[in-house]
């Protein structure tokens, strides 16, 4: 079975940091670009960041530029992101996913895992 498990996430105070991890089983993962997405309640679902599989990483949020880091293990079929200097508003449910696109291509997301809430407060 293919699947997709986030771990990592916790409560934080501002300024704190947290890395996630999502760890993939059921297909080649070394094959596949990697996305991180986060959902706050009441809004729709963002791209926070990607990685494709040779490693290039591409930011899609300009508020966490600097602060947030995509990188991968293919080794541990695993994805990471590395936030650090957090901000209220990044509180969210954030989610990995994996696509079908190349480099230049962000193509569409074909596995999902359920998340892990992320919440920033003191």
């Known amino acids: 079975q293919v699947q997709l498990v986030e771990s990592g996430g916790g409560l934080v105070q501002p300024g704190g940091s947290l890395r996630l991890s999502c760890t993939a089983s059921?297909?080649?993962?070394?094959?596949?670009?990697m996305r991180w997405y986060r959902q706050a309640p009441g809004k729709e679902r963002e791209l926070v960041a990607r990685?494709?599989?040779?490693?290039?990483?591409?930011n899609h949020v300009d508020s966490v530029k600097g602060r947030f880091t995509i990188s991968r293990d293919n080794s541990k079929n695993t994805v990471y992101l590395q936030m650090k200097s957090l901000k209220p508003e990044d509180t969210a449910v954030y989610l990995c996913?994996?696509?079908?696109?190349?480099?230049?291509?962000?193509?569409?997301?074909?596995?999902w895992g359920q998340g892990t809430q992320v919440s920033v407060s003191s």
């Open positions: 059921g297909f080649t993962f070394s094959r596949y670009a």
């Open positions: 990685i494709t599989s040779a490693g290039v990483t591409t």
């Open positions: 996913s994996a696509d079908d696109g190349g480099t230049y291509y962000l193509g569409r997301s074909v596995y």
